[in-house]
């Protein structure tokens, strides 16, 4: 079995509403999808959501760099991922979310191929994952609202999004603690908006509220400040910008930087070495998070299995999909039932259709 074509395409999908972390505020996705078919009629899909910001990548550029990798892939079997991914390495420097967008698409060939849901093909090693809800920076009022409306619709853990002023998210946090009650798991994303004075005061007047965790509290190169303040608070210290690929990983974990690590798909450059980032830390006794940027249902399915496969992923944050207006998926897909996603129980990622409006024609096609 042989690649014969790629199809890449430009979506925009609108959020519900503006959602904001401390860099920035944003009001739409634009992601890049990917179609792999095969000479023997398989088609795989993945997804790219870059992040100027996190990857240093516009759409503009995956397409790009999908220009310069797609050609390479033509008559390449597909079953052959690591293969794949040293072939796109080799090709193009970095760019991890328009690699991520090719090796999705060809783990869910492979999962086709094999007839198996992706998930089982990985480990296996459970069938659902609890995910949180991640609550956008707004005044703390409103957000204790948004804490009590998620709780309503059955989420059990929180993302709470900060780093802006210290005071303020202080006074946020304790408005939804009071809003959700005592049971309600409390994560904090600071975004790398404090600096690390700031962080260790926060998380030490944070104590009190029974947060779960603090994520990347500052900058994503700052890495004996996150050690710095990981000997100082009482509160998990989890690294997310700071940790792109198995050698980050390893670097941060080597300094005792961190408690615990966010894994992206669209940092990692896909499933393939997000697995690795996986291992190196459980190797470590370091437990993970998987995470997201701003993907689509396509993206989070891929995640779902991810995380349901591996043991050492023991958190998620996968709710990007829950956020965005513009559905993509109409059929298949990872199901949300209260606070749990489930992988689908079909071949592959099991993303059976897509919005064909919102697809609209292929931006370049290679054979």
């Known amino acids: 079995m042989n690649i014969q074509q790629i199809e890449t395409y430009a979506v925009k999908l609108r959020y519900h509403e503006p959602f904001r972390i401390a860099p920035a505020t944003s009001f739409e996705s634009n992601n890049i999808i990917v179609k792999i078919t095969t000479d023997s009629g398989i088609i795989g899909v993945g997804e790219s959501s870059p992040s100027e910001r996190v990857t240093h990548e516009t759409p503009q550029t995956v397409i790009g760099t999908l220009d310069k990798i797609a050609p390479h892939l033509i008559g390449m079997n597909p079953l052959r991922i690591e293969q794949i991914v040293e072939e796109m ?8 979310s328009a690699k ?3 090796d999705m698409a060809l783990h869910d060939t492979m999962g086709k191929t094999a007839e198996t849901p992706l998930f089982k093909l990985l480990g296996g090693f459970r069938e ?11 005044k703390p009022e409103e957000m204790a609202k948004d804490a009590a409306r998620a709780v309503s619709r059955g989420f059990e853990a929180l993302k709470v999004k900060v780093g802006v002023d210290p005071e303020e998210d202080l006074e946020r946090v304790r408005r939804i603690r009071e809003a959700v009650g005592p049971d309600i798991a409390i994560r904090i994303d600071a975004n790398q908006g404090w600096t690390v004075c700031q962080a260790i005061e926060v998380l030490k007047r944070l104590e009190r509220f029974d947060i779960e965790l603090a994520e990347q509290p500052v900058t994503a190169d700052d890495i004996k400040g996150l050690a710095k303040i990981r000997k100082n ?5 989890m690294a997310d910008e700071s940790v792109h690929s198995p050698e980050d990983a390893s670097s941060l974990i080597r300094q005792d930087a961190v408690d615990l690590i966010n894994i992206k798909l669209m940092k990692s450059g896909g ?6 980032i996986a291992a190196v830390a459980e190797a470590a006794r370091v437990p993970c998070m998987i995470g997201c940027m701003g993907e689509s249902a396509v993206g989070i399915t891929a995640g779902v299995h991810l995380a349901a496969a591996i043991k050492n992923i023991q958190y998620a944050d996968l709710d990007s999909d829950i956020l965005i207006r513009d559905k993509l998926v109409l059929e298949g897909g990872a199901r949300l039932e209260a606070s749990r996603r489930i992988p689908p129980e079909k071949p592959g990622l099991g993303v059976t259709k897509l919005d064909g409006k919102l697809l ?3 931006v370049k096609t290679y054979r």
């Not at 390495?89 to 991890?96: F, G, L, W």
């Not at 659902?128 to 707004?138: E, F, G, M, R």
């Open 100 to 102: 991520a967008a090719i």
């Open 128 to 138: 659902a994952v609890v995910t949180d809800l991640t609550l956008s920076i707004k």
């Open 89 to 96: 390495d080799q090709t193009v420097a970095e760019n991890p």
């Open 360 to 362: 609209g024609k292929p």
């Open 233 to 237: 608070s009482s509160i998990p210290v």
């Open 271 to 276: 499933i393939l070495k997000a697995r690795k």
